[in-house]
């Protein structure tokens, strides 16, 4: 006598829905954090030296509204970086900011990614991002990627 599965075809159908269900939401979220929030989005670009941006608003670019107020080790010797965000647009808009944590040397110590929601025009924003990995003497924090989206 063959043995026969307690699950059969309904486990199959729903296991591929639940595929395509987390593989639509993953291209949602790579779509709205790489996107402008108007027109069509772009690769990511950057000057020579500021961050990484998927915007193509060169009239308001993203990184000019997040600055570096602080950097330093928490109580638990994770880097700490104290950003402030205004929003420099028309609209009230959502930030993804990616700061990196290197020496003095330049060499990278670790990466903290946060998110600002629903930042109003005019509106400043401070808030603080980190990483998990335990560093001892001096760090740098540097902006390297900023991500605008009209809210």
């Known amino acids: 006598m063959a043995k026969t599965s307690r699950f059969g075809r309904g486990c199959l159908v729903g296991g591929c829905l639940g595929v395509l269900l987390v593989v639509g939401v993953i291209v949602a979220i790579v779509v709205a ?8 989005s772009s690769p990511a670009s ?39 965000i ?6 009230a808009s959502t930030y993804f900011v990616s700061v990196e ?11 903290g990614i946060v998110s600002s929601a629903a930042v ?3 509106q400043l924003v401070k808030t603080d991002v980190s990483d998990i990995v335990e560093v001892s003497g001096a760090i740098q924090c540097r902006v390297t990627r900023v991500d605008r989206v009209a809210a």
């Open 46 to 84: 950057s000057s020579a030296s500021g961050p990484l941006t998927g915007s193509n608003n060169t009239d308001h670019p993203p990184a000019a509204d997040v600055t570096v107020a602080g950097c330093e080790t928490n109580a638990a010797k994770f880097p700490v970086a104290h950003l402030e």
């Open 101 to 111: 944590f290197t020496n003095p040397s330049g060499t990278r110590l670790g990466e």
């Open 120 to 122: 109003t025009p005019g």
């Open 86 to 91: 205004r929003n420099n647009t028309s609209k």
């Open 33 to 40: 954090v790489g996107g402008s929030g108007s027109g069509p």
